[in-house]
């Protein structure tokens, strides 16, 4: 049994890549969490604390990682959770570890631009995607301006 978990945080150092000695790309990094809650006597946010993790991703992911990723900046992070012990130097303490699936920007905080990568079954486009190229981006694919639905508007349904 595996435990899922999805955090949001702020990358607290530049991620680590490295290819292992078997040829594996992987990437490391630490996740800051801030906790925060709210102060019913003031009415005001107040800090409450940070969780802090270690990130490991492997593959394409890494390689995408440190790419794309640098210190500082919002993460949303989903992975499978590991808590390892550790003891050094008379201390003990429990380390949380995030073996991680999926990692993105936290738009929150901010925009990107997404550049998809080539697969080995063919090639992808280099250039970031945009959907600002006049087409109905809520039409239905593979039909013609013709067929389409009509336009409803220049507004978004939602």
Request: overall charge negative; aromatic content about 6%.
């Amino acid at each position: 049994m595996q435990d899922i978990i999805t955090v949001t945080g702020n990358v607290a150092g530049p991620p680590e890549f490295k290819i292992t000695a078997g040829g594996l790309p992987v990437v490391n990094f630490r996740l800051g969490s801030a906790q925060r809650r709210l102060d019913r006597s003031t009415g005001t946010w107040v800090d409450d604390g940070t969780n802090w993790y270690n990130v490991s991703a492997f593959r394409g992911l890494a390689e995408h990682i440190a790419a794309s990723v640098t210190k500082g900046e919002p993460l949303v992070v989903t992975g499978r959770l590991r808590l390892r012990p550790w003891e050094a130097g008379g201390k003990k303490g429990v380390s949380i570890d995030i073996d991680a699936d999926t990692v993105g920007h936290d738009l929150r905080w901010g925009t990107t631009t997404y550049t998809k990568q080539a697969t080995a079954q063919g090639t992808a486009s280099a250039a970031p995607v945009s959907h600002d190229d006049g087409a109905d981006s809520w039409a239905a694919p593979g039909l013609d301006g013709a067929a389409a639905a009509p336009a409803v508007g220049s507004e978004t349904p939602f």
